[in-house]
């Protein structure tokens, strides 16, 4: 990656907002990628706009000290900033005027700061072929959101959109969805062997998910409890350093190692599988809901036909093909027959592509 000249450049910058990290991408005005730097969760619900606006500062001053080029110099020419939690048309205000503030940008009218949800970043394959007119957006990250996209022209239009209310009501097929299931999983096995009077068995998986919480392979899984629900970032390292929802999303890789053996020869463990099916089912729960056969049956729905759409996901969890496979064929017996299925791996690339035909329309 090449670094422009001191001052004078002007960049193009696309940042994707989410659970677990912040990603930004910088670009010169004709599309060259300069630099990609990373930062905290940035999910404003859970922020709120004062340090949602002090993660992006940071993730910004970082990737402008990499490249030299002074913050004060007010460099950028256009942003697309994706944000989870931004669902509202008052959340979308309240973060273009902060980051038109932060990254001088106007809100001038010409488009040149761009605020939305992250799902509209992963629609872009919509854009990138003639065969269909409308997709669906799934993320399953740390949480989930799923939206609904028609194309018009040289866009998307949102039609429709369910999930992404938060670890607390939601966050279907995410990655706290598959911790909170697991440790339900566990907690009702360890129950009913206790009913029938037998002995829980030691067992490779439940005594993974333990020692993620610092726990013996003898412990009870209910004794999770105690650091589950302890207030935020309570301990300086370990488990209880994290925030209380981070707590049950980091365990989805130790799931997913289980239900998905890199070795063909090792066979899925049962309770792990069991787990995963289960948040991939909520997953596609909540895709089905914006899908019919019928999409214009009284002329108002906004419904699309599956049968005739593609299917975007994003987020660390469908990033593993194993899950995408499982939640395609979950999507297929709800009678959601996506002909295609795309994984956007980047997203903030997508970002800048708009931003550089946008600006070269513009020119």
């Known amino acids: 990656m090449s670094s422009?000249?001191?001052?004078?450049?002007?960049?193009?910058?696309?940042?994707?907002?989410?659970?677990?990290?912040?990603?930004?991408?910088?670009?010169?005005?004709d599309g060259e990628i300069l630099t990609r730097t990373l930062g905290g969760p940035s999910n404003f619900t859970y922020l709120g706009i004062h340090d949602f606006t002090a993660v992006i500062r940071t993730t910004v001053l970082k990737g402008l000290a990499s490249l030299d080029i002074p913050f004060e110099s007010k460099p950028f020419i256009s942003a697309w900033i994706a944000v989870s939690g931004v669902d509202t048309a008052s959340a979308v205000k309240s973060v273009s005027e902060a980051m038109s503030a932060l990254l001088s940008i106007p809100l001038d009218g010409r488009n040149r700061l761009r605020v939305s949800n992250d799902t509209h970043l992963l629609a872009s394959p919509l854009l990138a072929q003639n065969k269909y007119t409308t997709a669906m957006v799934g993320i399953a990250g740390t949480g989930s959101c799923?939206?609904?996209?028609?194309?018009?022209g040289n866009q998307v239009k949102e039609l429709a959109r369910t999930g992404g209310y938060g670890w607390i009501l939601g966050d279907e097929g995410g990655g706290f969805d598959v911790g909170r299931e697991t440790i339900r999983e566990l907690c009702t096995r360890a129950e009913s062997l206790f009913v029938a009077g037998e002995q829980l068995p030691e067992d490779a998986f439940q005594s993974s998910i333990l020692a993620k919480f610092g726990l013996p392979p003898s412990s009870a899984p209910s004794d999770v409890f105690t650091q589950l629900y302890a207030s935020d970032s309570i301990g300086p390292e370990g488990h209880l350093a994290l925030e209380r929802p981070q707590r049950l999303s980091s365990l989805a890789p130790i799931v997913f190692n289980y239900a998905f053996p890199s070795d063909p020869s090792t066979p899925p463990h049962p309770t792990a599988l069991k787990i995963v099916t289960t948040s991939a089912s909520h997953l596609a729960s909540q895709?089905?809901?914006?899908?019919?056969p019928s999409p214009q049956i009284n002329g108002k729905s906004k419904y699309i036909d599956a049968s005739k759409s593609i299917l975007c996901l994003g987020g660390s969890l469908v990033k593993q093909p194993p899950y995408r496979t499982l939640l395609r064929e979950i999507l297929k017996q709800k009678g959601c027959p996506f002909p295609e299925m795309?994984?956007?791996?980047?997203?903030?690339?997508?970002?800048?592509?708009?931003?550089?035909a946008a600006y070269k329309n513009q020119k």
Do not use: M, Q, R
């Open 287 to 292: 895709i089905a809901l914006l899908c019919s």
């Open 342 to 356: 795309v994984f956007v791996g980047d997203a903030e690339g997508e970002g800048i592509n708009a931003l550089v």
């Open 146 to 152: 799923v939206v609904s996209f028609a194309k018009e």
């Open 4 to 29: 422009p000249s001191p001052h004078t450049s002007t960049l193009h910058l696309c940042i994707d907002c989410g659970g677990s990290k912040t990603s930004a991408l910088f670009a010169t005005s």
